[in-house]
Structure formats: C-alpha cells, structure tokens
C-alpha cells in the first residue's frame, strides 16, 4: 500500500489549531484508545430497517470508514463495502451512495471501479468537492499528475482557496518534481500565514508538508510538521511519522511510540508490523543479543501474505524482502506488483532499490497489469 493516502474525506481524527509556527522538541508521544461510537448500533439497526434506504446506509458506511483508519480496525472497510454493495448491485441513483463506494473501492486498490464510482457523481455534480479531491487522488497514484491537477482546478469557486491550492500542489509536486522546494514552501508559507484549518483537512495539509519534505531530502522539517497530530492518529499518519522517524535514525522512538499502539490495537496492522521490525532491527544492529519479536512477528504475517499472493501488501512485501531478510529476486517481484498498482514516490522508489538489489537497469516501470481484488 502506497504511504501518503492523503485522502480528506477519510480522515477521522480532525485537529484543532491555531495559526502555526513548526516548533522542534526530542519527545513525542502517542496516545490512542479503541473507538467507542454508540450511534454505530442504532445506525446498524437503522439499517436492518431500511436496508433499501441509500441515506440509512451511507450513514452506516460512513461510520465504518471512519473507523476503519485507525490502527487494528480495517476490517472495517470491508464492513463498509458489504453494506454498499447490494445498494450498488441495484445500481441506485443516490450521488452519496457512489462517493461512498469510490471511497472504500480506492482503499482496496480497485482504481477503475472507483473511477467509474465517480463519474456517476461528477456528472451529476461536476464541482463536488469530495469527489474531485478523490479523483485527483486516484490520478496522482496512477502517474497522471496533469488530470490530478485538471481535476482540482474544477474546484475554483466552489471549494476555498486553501483546499483548491493544497490539492493543485500535490498535482504539481509530481508534474514537476524537480520543483518540490517551491512546492513545499507555497503551501507552508499558506499555512503560517492563515494557519491549519480547524476541520479534517489540517491533518491533510499536514502530511501533504511532511511528504514534500521528505520526498525533498528534509526529513527534520517533515519530523516537526507530523509531530503536531500524532496524538490519537490514524494507521496512515503513524506509518508516515514512523517513516520520518527511521529517516532520522531514531529507531527507538519508533518502539517507544508504536508498541502501546499496536499492543492496544484489536488487530496488527502490517504497515506499524513493518516499521517496528524495520526499528527493533536496526537497534539490533547496534546491541547483540536483542530480542527479535517484531520481526518474527511479521516474518510470519509475511509468510501468509504469500500464500495468498497479497497484492495489497505488495510494498510491505517488498519492503521486508530488502530490509529485514534480503531477498533480491522477491523484492522485485512483489516491488514490481505494487508499482502495477501505485505509481508514486515512494512505489518507484522501492522498484529502484529492488531493481538496484537485482542489477536491473529501471529504464522503465513494467507494464503489469492485475486483476482488481473483489
């Protein structure tokens, strides 16, 4: 799965601030608690009443998505997707009901179902915001940076400048990636200027600064941006942090913050599985005789995946196969089956890096072209 998954409409964990100005500090610390949402109970058996409702079950979707981005709960995108589909099948004219849909389709990776998702809204409502913030998410993770930024050009006079630029931003940093100091300082002068929005998108505009930073060879400047909502952050913004943190050689951060986490967590996400095996190793290398829990951990979850030929998890599977236990020809295979997927950054990257294991020239991206998982 691609790192940044810079998607407003499935942040869940809205932030409130004041005009900013990045402060430094050596101590972070993470707090996070499993949800407890008492209207999910009434939506469900809302939705046991209406099950033809549109209305009744985007409500209940969109109560499993917000969930489904925090650490151990991704279940719950399936959840969303089970109450969706028959609705769907049905092919209801309902605009929500398809954003919905496109919404929980992305996070699977079934990008051409997503996409077609949207157009039913966008014909209906061709400056829906939500909508075209998708679409120019999805053309970012299929290398169209021109469409990305087309599609959030249709946003002017609709949506607020802030929204319209930070979106527009994204699309240039990879139509002209030579310019990402630029970029980054646009949009962070924006923010000291007016400061982050006291809804969701600051948690967008935030790991939108962290990643034009890093992906710029600033992983300090990315550190500060990120450690403003690392209180009680979703599955994403922790895997993005954690890799700020490993860039930074602070390893052992990675442990102290991650492992409350993922102990509390129902479930263990691969994406903190990795990085916690990524930091205890490193650490291992500098103390003989450490324990290797988290990497037998994920060894075996890497195990399964295989089994399954996972191409969901395809960067994870890479990103194991060239840091925890090198493997030259499965890095490029799983590298080479998640870049058919994400083509951004952080995917070419890691095919650059397999390639390099394997002394392939990458003169080009492969062509692969895989079945969307149902």
């Known amino acids: 799965m691609n790192r940044l998954l810079l998607i407003l409409v499935l942040l869940s964990a809205p932030l409130i601030a004041a005009p900013y100005t990045p402060t ?61 589909k028959p609705l769907i099948e049905k092919n209801i004219s309902h605009k929500a009901l398809w954003l919905t849909w496109a919404q929980v389709q992305q996070h699977q990776h079934n990008f051409e179902v997503a996409q ?45 400048l802030l929204t319209v630029t930070a979106c527009s931003i994204e699309a240039n940093s990879y139509l002209h990636p030579n310019d990402l100091t630029n970029n980054y300082q646009q949009l962070a002068d924006l923010i000291n200027r007016q400061g982050l929005p006291n809804d969701e998108r600051a948690t967008w505009i935030i790991q939108l600064l962290a990643d034009l930073a890093l992906r710029n060879n600033d992983p300090a400047t990315a550190a500060t941006w990120l450690a403003q909502g690392l209180t009680n952050a979703n599955l994403n913004y922790l895997a993005q942090w954690a890799d700020v943190q490993l860039a930074l050689n602070n390893s052992q951060a990675v442990l102290t913050t991650l492992v409350p986490i993922v102990n509390a967590a129902p479930e263990m996400d691969d994406a903190l599985l990795l990085r916690l095996a990524l930091s ?17 951990q994920l060894t075996e979850r890497v195990e399964l995946r295989e089994q399954r030929q996972d191409s969901l998890h395809a960067s994870e599977l890479a990103m194991y196969y060239l840091d925890i236990a090198p493997n030259a020809k499965k890095a490029l295979y799983w590298a080479e089956i998640n870049i058919a997927n994400t083509r951004e950054y952080t995917d070419k990257n ?23 998982q149902q």
């Open 24 to 84: 430094t500090g050596d101590e972070i610390v993470a707090q996070w608690a499993a949800p407890s949402n008492p209207a999910l109970q009434s939506l469900k058996t809302a939705s046991r009443l209406q099950p033809n409702n549109p209305a009744t079950i985007v409500a209940l979707a969109n109560s499993y998505i917000a969930q489904a981005g925090q650490p151990g709960q991704s279940r719950f995108y399936g959840l969303a997707q089970a109450a969706l």
């Open 116 to 160: 077609t998702a949207l157009e039913k809204v966008l014909t209906e409502d061709p400056s829906n915001e939500t909508a075209n913030l998708l679409a120019a998410r999805i053309y970012i993770i299929q290398e169209k940076p021109l469409a990305a930024r087309n599609a959030c050009l249709k946003l002017l006079g609709s949506a607020d």
């Open 280 to 296: 205890e190793k490193n650490i291992g290398k500098e103390q003989i005789g450490r324990e290797t829990h988290w990497q037998t």
């Open 350 to 372: 890691l095919l650059a890096r397999a390639q390099q294991l394997n002394e392939v020239a990458p003169t080009q991206l492969p062509n692969v072209k895989l079945r969307a």
